[in-house]
Protein backbone atom coordinates (compact mmCIF):
# COMPACT_ATOMS: atom_id res chain seq x y z
CA UNK A 1 0.00 0.00 0.00
CA UNK A 2 1.34 3.86 -0.85
CA UNK A 3 2.20 6.37 1.52
CA UNK A 4 -0.67 8.20 0.35
CA UNK A 5 -3.45 5.60 0.66
CA UNK A 6 -2.22 4.63 3.75
CA UNK A 7 -3.17 8.09 4.84
CA UNK A 8 -6.19 7.89 3.43
CA UNK A 9 -7.02 4.87 5.30
CA UNK A 10 -6.41 5.59 8.77
CA UNK A 11 -7.97 9.18 8.47
CA UNK A 12 -11.53 10.08 7.37
CA UNK A 13 -13.58 6.89 6.54
CA UNK A 14 -12.62 5.45 3.38
CA UNK A 15 -13.51 2.52 5.70
CA UNK A 16 -16.13 2.95 8.32
CA UNK A 17 -14.85 1.86 11.64
CA UNK A 18 -16.97 -0.46 13.74
CA UNK A 19 -17.50 -0.15 17.59
CA UNK A 20 -15.58 -3.23 18.28
CA UNK A 21 -12.65 -1.53 15.88
CA UNK A 22 -12.51 1.55 17.99
CA UNK A 23 -12.33 0.10 20.81
CA UNK A 24 -9.17 -2.46 19.91
CA UNK A 25 -7.83 1.16 18.67
CA UNK A 26 -8.44 2.04 22.74
CA UNK A 27 -6.37 -0.99 23.68
CA UNK A 28 -3.92 -0.12 21.40
CA UNK A 29 -3.28 3.35 22.33
CA UNK A 30 -3.40 2.17 25.75
CA UNK A 31 -0.42 -0.20 24.76
CA UNK A 32 1.52 2.67 23.70
CA UNK A 33 0.40 4.46 26.45
CA UNK A 34 1.50 2.14 28.96
CA UNK A 35 4.87 1.55 27.00
CA UNK A 36 6.14 5.29 27.78
CA UNK A 37 4.35 5.55 31.28
CA UNK A 38 6.57 2.93 32.42
CA UNK A 39 9.66 4.95 31.29
CA UNK A 40 8.65 7.35 34.20
CA UNK A 41 10.62 7.74 37.43
CA UNK A 42 8.64 7.98 41.04
CA UNK A 43 8.43 11.44 40.59
CA UNK A 44 6.77 12.12 38.13
CA UNK A 45 4.40 9.06 38.54
CA UNK A 46 3.15 10.17 42.40
CA UNK A 47 2.72 13.97 40.51
CA UNK A 48 0.41 11.84 38.01
CA UNK A 49 -1.15 9.99 40.23
CA UNK A 50 -1.85 12.94 42.98
CA UNK A 51 -3.30 15.30 40.26
CA UNK A 52 -6.03 12.62 39.00
CA UNK A 53 -6.86 12.04 43.13
CA UNK A 54 -7.00 15.30 43.62
CA UNK A 55 -9.29 15.98 40.43
CA UNK A 56 -12.03 13.24 41.47
CA UNK A 57 -11.90 14.23 45.28
CA UNK A 58 -13.21 18.17 44.23
CA UNK A 59 -15.77 16.73 42.58
CA UNK A 60 -17.00 14.22 44.95
CA UNK A 61 -20.42 15.49 45.63
CA UNK A 62 -20.96 16.12 41.61
CA UNK A 63 -20.41 12.09 40.84
CA UNK A 64 -22.23 10.95 43.80
CA UNK A 65 -24.93 12.60 43.07
CA UNK A 66 -25.02 11.79 39.93
CA UNK A 67 -24.46 8.07 40.13
CA UNK A 68 -27.68 8.13 42.43
CA UNK A 69 -29.39 9.71 39.84
CA UNK A 70 -28.57 7.54 36.85
CA UNK A 71 -28.28 4.29 39.00
CA UNK A 72 -31.16 4.55 41.32
CA UNK A 73 -29.08 2.84 44.22
CA UNK A 74 -27.63 3.82 47.41
CA UNK A 75 -27.08 7.58 48.83
CA UNK A 76 -25.46 10.26 47.89
CA UNK A 77 -24.13 11.39 51.44
CA UNK A 78 -22.40 8.08 51.65
CA UNK A 79 -21.51 7.97 48.16
CA UNK A 80 -19.49 11.26 48.43
CA UNK A 81 -17.68 9.69 51.37
CA UNK A 82 -16.66 6.28 49.38
CA UNK A 83 -15.84 8.90 45.95
CA UNK A 84 -13.34 10.86 48.85
CA UNK A 85 -11.98 8.04 49.95
CA UNK A 86 -11.17 5.90 46.91
CA UNK A 87 -9.60 9.36 45.27
CA UNK A 88 -7.26 11.85 47.77
CA UNK A 89 -8.00 8.82 50.32
CA UNK A 90 -6.56 5.72 48.50
CA UNK A 91 -3.52 8.11 47.05
CA UNK A 92 -2.52 9.06 50.34
CA UNK A 93 -2.75 5.78 52.03
CA UNK A 94 0.14 4.35 49.77
CA UNK A 95 2.27 7.44 48.09
CA UNK A 96 4.63 6.51 50.70
CA UNK A 97 5.20 3.23 48.98
CA UNK A 98 7.14 2.40 46.07
CA UNK A 99 6.05 0.86 43.03
CA UNK A 100 8.39 2.46 40.54
CA UNK A 101 12.01 2.19 41.57
CA UNK A 102 14.47 -0.86 43.28
CA UNK A 103 15.52 -2.44 45.80
CA UNK A 104 19.30 -3.87 47.11
CA UNK A 105 19.61 -6.55 48.78
CA UNK A 106 23.64 -6.60 49.13
CA UNK A 107 23.66 -9.50 51.86
CA UNK A 108 21.48 -11.78 49.01
CA UNK A 109 22.86 -9.74 45.94
CA UNK A 110 19.26 -9.32 44.76
CA UNK A 111 18.25 -5.91 42.68
CA UNK A 112 14.45 -5.84 42.43
CA UNK A 113 12.73 -3.87 40.36
CA UNK A 114 9.11 -3.23 39.41
CA UNK A 115 7.78 -4.08 36.20
CA UNK A 116 4.05 -2.38 35.31
CA UNK A 117 1.44 -4.97 33.90
CA UNK A 118 1.21 -2.90 31.40
CA UNK A 119 -2.89 -2.19 29.98
CA UNK A 120 -5.27 -3.02 32.73
CA UNK A 121 -8.90 -3.83 31.51
CA UNK A 122 -11.53 -2.65 34.54
CA UNK A 123 -14.64 -3.73 34.68
CA UNK A 124 -16.86 -1.56 36.78
CA UNK A 125 -19.97 -2.33 38.99
CA UNK A 126 -23.55 -0.07 38.94
CA UNK A 127 -23.43 -0.46 42.39
CA UNK A 128 -20.34 1.04 43.50
CA UNK A 129 -19.91 3.15 39.77
CA UNK A 130 -17.78 6.11 40.45
CA UNK A 131 -15.66 4.85 43.04
CA UNK A 132 -14.64 1.95 41.65
CA UNK A 133 -13.79 3.78 38.70
CA UNK A 134 -11.64 6.39 41.05
CA UNK A 135 -10.03 3.27 43.05
CA UNK A 136 -9.20 1.24 40.01
CA UNK A 137 -7.72 4.58 38.01
CA UNK A 138 -5.61 6.25 41.37
CA UNK A 139 -3.88 1.79 41.44
CA UNK A 140 -2.93 2.11 37.63
CA UNK A 141 -1.69 5.77 37.67
CA UNK A 142 0.79 4.46 41.19
CA UNK A 143 1.77 1.90 39.01
CA UNK A 144 2.39 3.24 35.77
CA UNK A 145 -0.07 0.74 33.98
CA UNK A 146 -2.69 2.04 31.53
CA UNK A 147 -6.33 1.45 32.17
CA UNK A 148 -9.46 1.05 29.85
CA UNK A 149 -12.78 1.43 32.23
CA UNK A 150 -15.53 -0.24 31.55
CA UNK A 151 -18.87 0.89 33.17
CA UNK A 152 -21.72 -1.17 33.25
CA UNK A 153 -24.53 0.34 31.33
CA UNK A 154 -26.95 1.33 34.06
CA UNK A 155 -23.97 3.68 34.86
CA UNK A 156 -22.49 4.11 32.16
CA UNK A 157 -22.73 8.25 31.82
CA UNK A 158 -21.24 8.78 35.81
CA UNK A 159 -18.48 6.73 35.10
CA UNK A 160 -17.24 7.79 31.33
CA UNK A 161 -17.14 11.33 32.58
CA UNK A 162 -15.58 10.76 35.92
CA UNK A 163 -12.94 8.55 33.62
CA UNK A 164 -12.06 11.23 31.63
CA UNK A 165 -12.19 14.10 34.15
CA UNK A 166 -9.34 11.73 36.26
CA UNK A 167 -7.67 11.16 32.28
CA UNK A 168 -7.58 15.16 31.57
CA UNK A 169 -6.14 15.72 35.21
CA UNK A 170 -3.61 12.77 34.62
CA UNK A 171 -2.03 13.99 31.39
CA UNK A 172 -1.89 17.77 32.18
CA UNK A 173 0.33 16.45 34.83
CA UNK A 174 2.35 14.63 32.41
CA UNK A 175 1.00 11.37 31.98
CA UNK A 176 1.29 9.62 28.32
CA UNK A 177 -1.70 10.60 26.29
CA UNK A 178 -4.43 7.52 25.96
CA UNK A 179 -2.61 6.27 29.76
CA UNK A 180 -7.16 6.36 30.79
CA UNK A 181 -9.56 5.81 28.58
CA UNK A 182 -13.32 4.77 28.90
CA UNK A 183 -15.63 2.19 27.17
CA UNK A 184 -18.66 4.95 26.40
CA UNK A 185 -21.19 2.25 25.00
CA UNK A 186 -20.13 -1.09 26.56
CA UNK A 187 -22.02 -4.10 25.59
CA UNK A 188 -21.35 -8.19 26.13
CA UNK A 189 -19.94 -8.95 23.16
CA UNK A 190 -17.65 -5.82 23.07
CA UNK A 191 -16.42 -6.32 26.70
CA UNK A 192 -16.31 -10.17 25.72
CA UNK A 193 -13.89 -9.18 22.72
CA UNK A 194 -11.72 -6.76 24.32
CA UNK A 195 -11.32 -9.13 27.30
CA UNK A 196 -9.42 -11.64 25.27
CA UNK A 197 -7.62 -9.17 22.78
CA UNK A 198 -4.22 -10.11 23.18
CA UNK A 199 -3.29 -6.23 24.07
CA UNK A 200 -4.98 -6.91 27.78
CA UNK A 201 -2.53 -7.80 30.09
CA UNK A 202 -4.51 -7.71 33.01
CA UNK A 203 -8.48 -7.54 33.89
CA UNK A 204 -9.72 -6.11 37.17
CA UNK A 205 -12.98 -7.48 37.43
CA UNK A 206 -15.91 -6.14 40.08
CA UNK A 207 -19.10 -7.15 39.66
CA UNK A 208 -21.45 -9.88 39.84
CA UNK A 209 -20.84 -13.57 39.30
CA UNK A 210 -21.16 -14.19 35.81
CA UNK A 211 -18.58 -11.15 35.26
CA UNK A 212 -15.97 -12.20 37.10
CA UNK A 213 -16.60 -15.89 35.49
CA UNK A 214 -16.26 -14.22 32.08
CA UNK A 215 -13.04 -12.35 32.95
CA UNK A 216 -11.38 -16.14 34.21
CA UNK A 217 -12.81 -17.55 30.59
CA UNK A 218 -11.22 -14.79 28.30
CA UNK A 219 -7.99 -16.39 28.57
CA UNK A 220 -5.92 -13.36 30.28
CA UNK A 221 -4.98 -12.92 33.62
CA UNK A 222 -7.67 -12.11 35.70
CA UNK A 223 -8.15 -10.73 39.13
CA UNK A 224 -11.56 -11.11 40.76
CA UNK A 225 -13.83 -11.63 43.21
CA UNK A 226 -16.48 -13.62 44.53
CA UNK A 227 -19.87 -12.82 46.25
CA UNK A 228 -20.35 -12.18 49.60
CA UNK A 229 -22.86 -13.23 52.10
CA UNK A 230 -21.41 -11.90 55.56
CA UNK A 231 -22.47 -13.59 58.83
CA UNK A 232 -22.58 -10.52 61.52
CA UNK A 233 -22.29 -12.56 65.18
CA UNK A 234 -22.90 -10.82 68.38
CA UNK A 235 -21.65 -13.21 71.43
CA UNK A 236 -22.31 -13.16 75.35
CA UNK A 237 -19.49 -10.71 75.94
CA UNK A 238 -20.13 -7.73 73.64
CA UNK A 239 -20.66 -4.15 73.99
CA UNK A 240 -24.50 -4.22 73.00
CA UNK A 241 -24.51 -0.85 72.88
CA UNK A 242 -21.76 -0.34 70.47
CA UNK A 243 -22.81 -3.06 68.85
CA UNK A 244 -26.36 -2.33 67.65
CA UNK A 245 -24.65 1.02 66.46
CA UNK A 246 -22.50 -0.09 64.25
CA UNK A 247 -24.33 -2.72 62.91
CA UNK A 248 -27.65 -0.63 62.11
CA UNK A 249 -25.06 1.92 60.64
CA UNK A 250 -23.15 -0.42 58.40
CA UNK A 251 -26.31 -2.28 57.06
CA UNK A 252 -27.25 1.26 55.80
CA UNK A 253 -24.63 2.90 54.73
CA UNK A 254 -25.05 3.35 51.07
CA UNK A 255 -28.55 0.98 51.27
CA UNK A 256 -26.28 -1.80 51.75
CA UNK A 257 -24.69 -1.54 47.86
CA UNK A 258 -21.32 -2.90 49.40
CA UNK A 259 -20.57 -6.47 49.02
CA UNK A 260 -18.93 -6.49 52.33
CA UNK A 261 -21.93 -5.33 53.99
CA UNK A 262 -23.50 -7.83 56.91
CA UNK A 263 -26.39 -10.13 55.42
CA UNK A 264 -27.60 -12.16 58.62
CA UNK A 265 -27.26 -11.18 61.97
CA UNK A 266 -26.26 -13.92 64.37
CA UNK A 267 -27.04 -13.12 68.23
CA UNK A 268 -26.28 -15.45 71.41
CA UNK A 269 -29.78 -15.55 73.54
CA UNK A 270 -28.01 -14.43 76.59
CA UNK A 271 -28.35 -10.77 74.91
CA UNK A 272 -30.77 -11.73 72.05
CA UNK A 273 -33.07 -9.57 73.80
CA UNK A 274 -31.18 -6.62 75.07
CA UNK A 275 -29.53 -6.68 71.67
CA UNK A 276 -33.09 -6.35 69.99
CA UNK A 277 -33.75 -3.12 71.89
CA UNK A 278 -30.48 -1.60 71.47
CA UNK A 279 -31.03 -2.39 67.53
CA UNK A 280 -34.34 -0.91 67.58
CA UNK A 281 -33.25 2.19 69.11
CA UNK A 282 -30.90 2.82 66.43
CA UNK A 283 -33.65 2.35 63.44
CA UNK A 284 -34.27 -1.28 62.79
CA UNK A 285 -37.39 -2.51 63.06
CA UNK A 286 -38.29 -6.02 63.58
CA UNK A 287 -40.70 -7.58 61.02
CA UNK A 288 -42.57 -11.08 61.64
CA UNK A 289 -46.17 -12.72 61.49
CA UNK A 290 -47.43 -11.60 57.99
CA UNK A 291 -45.17 -8.72 56.92
CA UNK A 292 -41.96 -11.33 57.33
CA UNK A 293 -44.17 -13.48 55.02
CA UNK A 294 -45.10 -10.25 52.53
CA UNK A 295 -41.30 -9.17 52.89
CA UNK A 296 -40.25 -12.68 51.75
CA UNK A 297 -42.21 -12.43 48.80
CA UNK A 298 -41.35 -9.22 48.00
CA UNK A 299 -37.87 -9.23 48.23
CA UNK A 300 -37.48 -12.98 46.87
CA UNK A 301 -40.40 -13.71 44.48
CA UNK A 302 -39.78 -17.10 42.87
CA UNK A 303 -36.53 -17.45 45.26
CA UNK A 304 -34.39 -15.35 43.31
CA UNK A 305 -33.73 -11.60 44.45
CA UNK A 306 -35.41 -8.63 43.57
CA UNK A 307 -33.39 -6.51 41.87
CA UNK A 308 -35.90 -3.29 42.18
CA UNK A 309 -35.03 -3.57 45.84
CA UNK A 310 -31.04 -3.08 45.10
CA UNK A 311 -29.81 -0.39 46.76
CA UNK A 312 -33.30 0.97 48.09
CA UNK A 313 -34.16 2.61 51.39
CA UNK A 314 -35.86 0.42 54.04
CA UNK A 315 -38.65 2.62 54.20
CA UNK A 316 -39.37 2.63 50.16
CA UNK A 317 -39.04 -1.46 50.46
CA UNK A 318 -41.15 -1.40 53.54
CA UNK A 319 -43.55 0.26 51.29
CA UNK A 320 -43.29 -2.13 48.08
CA UNK A 321 -43.90 -4.58 50.61
CA UNK A 322 -47.19 -3.46 52.26
CA UNK A 323 -45.82 -3.60 56.03
CA UNK A 324 -46.41 -1.46 58.98
CA UNK A 325 -43.22 0.41 59.64
CA UNK A 326 -41.82 3.29 62.17
CA UNK A 327 -41.49 6.50 60.49
CA UNK A 328 -37.66 6.44 62.25
CA UNK A 329 -36.57 3.24 59.57
CA UNK A 330 -33.30 2.54 58.64
CA UNK A 331 -32.88 -1.17 58.41
CA UNK A 332 -35.34 -4.53 58.36
CA UNK A 333 -34.44 -7.30 60.70
CA UNK A 334 -35.92 -10.35 59.35
CA UNK A 335 -36.08 -13.56 61.57
CA UNK A 336 -35.66 -16.80 60.45
CA UNK A 337 -34.93 -20.26 61.88
CA UNK A 338 -32.63 -22.53 60.23
CA UNK A 339 -29.51 -21.41 58.13
CA UNK A 340 -30.01 -23.93 54.84
CA UNK A 341 -30.31 -22.45 51.06
CA UNK A 342 -34.19 -22.79 51.00
CA UNK A 343 -34.35 -20.27 53.81
CA UNK A 344 -33.94 -16.95 51.70
CA UNK A 345 -32.87 -14.67 54.11
CA UNK A 346 -30.19 -16.63 54.85
CA UNK A 347 -28.19 -15.42 51.49
CA UNK A 348 -26.79 -11.91 50.24
CA UNK A 349 -29.13 -8.99 50.11
CA UNK A 350 -27.60 -5.53 48.65
CA UNK A 351 -30.45 -3.83 50.31
CA UNK A 352 -31.07 -2.62 53.80
CA UNK A 353 -32.72 -5.93 55.15
CA UNK A 354 -30.57 -8.09 57.80
CA UNK A 355 -31.52 -11.86 58.14
CA UNK A 356 -31.68 -12.53 62.03
CA UNK A 357 -30.98 -16.05 63.78
CA UNK A 358 -30.91 -16.52 67.29
CA UNK A 359 -28.40 -19.37 68.68
CA UNK A 360 -28.00 -20.65 72.44
CA UNK A 361 -24.07 -20.42 72.95
CA UNK A 362 -21.12 -19.01 71.18
CA UNK A 363 -19.79 -22.50 69.75
CA UNK A 364 -23.27 -22.86 68.07
CA UNK A 365 -22.81 -19.08 66.58
CA UNK A 366 -19.34 -20.08 64.94
CA UNK A 367 -21.42 -23.12 63.35
CA UNK A 368 -24.11 -21.18 61.95
CA UNK A 369 -22.22 -18.16 60.75
CA UNK A 370 -20.04 -20.70 59.03
CA UNK A 371 -23.39 -22.26 57.24
CA UNK A 372 -24.28 -19.47 56.46
CA UNK A 373 -20.96 -18.56 54.57
CA UNK A 374 -21.57 -21.94 52.86
CA UNK A 375 -24.15 -20.90 51.29
CA UNK A 376 -22.68 -17.88 49.75
CA UNK A 377 -19.58 -15.77 50.61
CA UNK A 378 -16.93 -18.19 50.58
CA UNK A 379 -13.52 -16.38 50.95
CA UNK A 380 -15.15 -13.36 51.47
CA UNK A 381 -15.78 -11.46 54.56
CA UNK A 382 -17.37 -12.00 58.38
CA UNK A 383 -17.85 -9.48 61.39
CA UNK A 384 -18.20 -10.43 64.97
CA UNK A 385 -18.83 -8.54 68.21
CA UNK A 386 -17.06 -10.20 70.69
CA UNK A 387 -14.44 -9.16 73.61
CA UNK A 388 -13.54 -12.77 74.11
CA UNK A 389 -10.16 -13.14 72.05
CA UNK A 390 -10.62 -17.02 72.05
CA UNK A 391 -13.76 -16.63 70.71
CA UNK A 392 -12.71 -14.36 68.24
CA UNK A 393 -9.91 -16.48 67.14
CA UNK A 394 -12.21 -19.70 66.89
CA UNK A 395 -14.89 -17.60 64.52
CA UNK A 396 -11.71 -16.53 62.00
CA UNK A 397 -10.45 -19.64 62.52
CA UNK A 398 -13.52 -21.81 61.14
CA UNK A 399 -15.19 -19.75 59.17
CA UNK A 400 -14.14 -19.58 55.18
CA UNK A 401 -14.17 -16.11 55.32
CA UNK A 402 -10.36 -13.94 54.52
CA UNK A 403 -11.04 -10.66 56.44
CA UNK A 404 -12.51 -11.05 60.10
CA UNK A 405 -14.11 -7.71 61.24
CA UNK A 406 -14.30 -7.09 64.63
CA UNK A 407 -16.48 -4.60 66.86
CA UNK A 408 -16.35 -2.69 63.59
CA UNK A 409 -19.14 -1.55 60.91
CA UNK A 410 -18.43 -4.37 58.15
CA UNK A 411 -19.39 -2.46 55.11
CA UNK A 412 -16.65 0.26 55.91
CA UNK A 413 -14.58 -2.01 57.72
CA UNK A 414 -13.93 -4.83 55.29
CA UNK A 415 -13.36 -2.14 52.72
CA UNK A 416 -11.00 -1.06 54.93
CA UNK A 417 -12.48 2.64 55.85
CA UNK A 418 -12.95 1.75 59.35
CA UNK A 419 -10.29 -0.37 60.47
CA UNK A 420 -6.51 -0.86 58.82
CA UNK A 421 -6.80 -3.33 55.77
CA UNK A 422 -5.70 -1.60 53.20
CA UNK A 423 -8.91 0.09 51.89
CA UNK A 424 -10.33 -1.22 48.50
CA UNK A 425 -13.22 -1.81 46.16
CA UNK A 426 -12.22 -5.05 44.96
CA UNK A 427 -11.59 -7.32 47.72
CA UNK A 428 -10.01 -10.63 46.84
CA UNK A 429 -12.00 -13.66 48.39
CA UNK A 430 -8.55 -16.34 47.35
CA UNK A 431 -8.56 -20.09 46.33
CA UNK A 432 -11.55 -20.73 48.88
CA UNK A 433 -13.60 -17.68 46.95
CA UNK A 434 -12.38 -19.37 43.85
CA UNK A 435 -10.22 -15.77 43.13
CA UNK A 436 -6.64 -15.46 42.59
CA UNK A 437 -6.04 -13.22 44.90
CA UNK A 438 -7.18 -13.21 48.54
CA UNK A 439 -6.52 -9.50 49.22
CA UNK A 440 -7.98 -6.11 49.63
CA UNK A 441 -6.44 -5.01 45.97
CA UNK A 442 -3.71 -2.95 45.50
CA UNK A 443 -0.97 -1.67 43.55
CA UNK A 444 1.09 -4.67 44.80
CA UNK A 445 -1.23 -6.47 42.31
CA UNK A 446 -0.41 -4.79 39.52
CA UNK A 447 3.04 -5.06 39.06
CA UNK A 448 5.83 -8.21 39.00
CA UNK A 449 9.05 -7.92 39.97
CA UNK A 450 11.78 -8.40 38.10
CA UNK A 451 14.60 -10.04 40.47
CA UNK A 452 18.69 -9.75 39.26
CA UNK A 453 20.38 -12.63 41.21
CA UNK A 454 23.78 -13.18 41.21
CA UNK A 455 26.13 -16.23 41.94
CA UNK A 456 25.67 -17.56 45.63
CA UNK A 457 29.66 -17.95 45.48
CA UNK A 458 31.45 -15.16 47.56
CA UNK A 459 33.73 -14.62 45.28
CA UNK A 460 30.80 -13.14 42.66
CA UNK A 461 30.06 -9.83 44.25
CA UNK A 462 27.10 -7.86 43.79
CA UNK A 463 27.27 -4.81 40.92
CA UNK A 464 27.21 -1.32 42.11
CA UNK A 465 23.95 -0.39 41.31
CA UNK A 466 23.55 2.46 42.81
CA UNK A 467 23.22 5.31 40.41
CA UNK A 468 21.56 3.24 38.19
CA UNK A 469 17.59 3.66 37.62
CA UNK A 470 15.69 0.45 35.21
CA UNK A 471 13.82 3.59 33.48
CA UNK A 472 16.72 4.96 32.23
CA UNK A 473 19.41 2.25 31.91
CA UNK A 474 19.03 1.63 28.53
CA UNK A 475 20.08 5.31 27.37
CA UNK A 476 23.76 4.94 28.41
CA UNK A 477 23.85 1.60 26.12
CA UNK A 478 22.60 3.21 23.26
CA UNK A 479 25.10 4.00 20.49
CA UNK A 480 26.82 7.62 19.92
CA UNK A 481 25.17 9.00 16.53
CA UNK A 482 27.27 11.17 15.03
CA UNK A 483 25.72 13.66 11.71
CA UNK A 484 28.23 11.44 9.39
CA UNK A 485 25.33 8.48 10.21
CA UNK A 486 22.85 10.99 8.47
CA UNK A 487 20.83 11.74 11.38
CA UNK A 488 22.52 14.95 12.66
CA UNK A 489 23.02 13.79 15.99
CA UNK A 490 19.55 13.40 16.83
CA UNK A 491 18.69 10.09 17.99
CA UNK A 492 15.07 10.19 18.33
CA UNK A 493 14.92 12.03 14.39
CA UNK A 494 16.73 8.91 13.53
CA UNK A 495 14.18 6.55 14.75
CA UNK A 496 10.96 8.08 14.28
CA UNK A 497 10.81 6.57 10.76
CA UNK A 498 11.02 3.37 11.71
CA UNK A 499 8.21 3.84 14.76
CA UNK A 500 6.00 5.23 12.71
CA UNK A 501 6.22 2.17 10.19
CA UNK A 502 5.73 0.42 13.00
CA UNK A 503 2.79 1.53 14.31
CA UNK A 504 1.20 1.61 10.81
CA UNK A 505 1.83 -1.95 10.42
CA UNK A 506 0.22 -2.98 13.77
CA UNK A 507 -3.04 -0.09 13.28
CA UNK A 508 -3.78 -2.48 9.65
CA UNK A 509 -3.22 -5.63 11.59
CA UNK A 510 -6.04 -3.87 13.89
CA UNK A 511 -8.77 -2.43 11.41
CA UNK A 512 -7.71 -5.81 8.76
CA UNK A 513 -8.65 -8.19 11.40
CA UNK A 514 -12.01 -6.39 12.84
Not at 89 to 102: C, L, M, P, R, T
Not at 125 to 141: D, E, G, R
Not at 363 to 377: H, L, Q, T, Y
Not at 414 to 443: E, K, Q, W
Amino acid sequence: MAAAEEHSFWKDGDRPQSVEARARMMLEQAHWAATSFAAFDRERTLRIARAAADAGFAKAQHYADWAVRETGFGVAEHKKIKNELCSRGIFEHYADQDYVGKRIDPERKIVEFARPAGVIFALVPSTNPVSTVFYKIILALLTRNAIVISPHPLAKGCCADAARLLGEAAQKAGAPDGVVQVIEEPTIPLIEALMADARTDVILATGGTAVVRAAYRSGNPAIGVGPGNAPVFVDATADIAKAARRIVASKSFDNSVLCTNESVLVAEDAIADKLERQLQKEGAHLVDGDDRDRLRQYLFPDGKFNLAALGKNAAWIAKEADLRVPARLKILLAPFELAVPEEVFAREKLCPVLGYIRVPHAKRGIDVSRAIMRISGSGHSAAIHSRDPRTIMAFAAQLRALRCVVNSPCSTGAAGFDTHLAPAMTVGTGYVGRSSVGDNIGPQHLINWVRIAYDKDAAETLGDFGGIEPWDSTASLAPEIHPADGAGGDISAAMREEIRKVILEELRDLFMGS
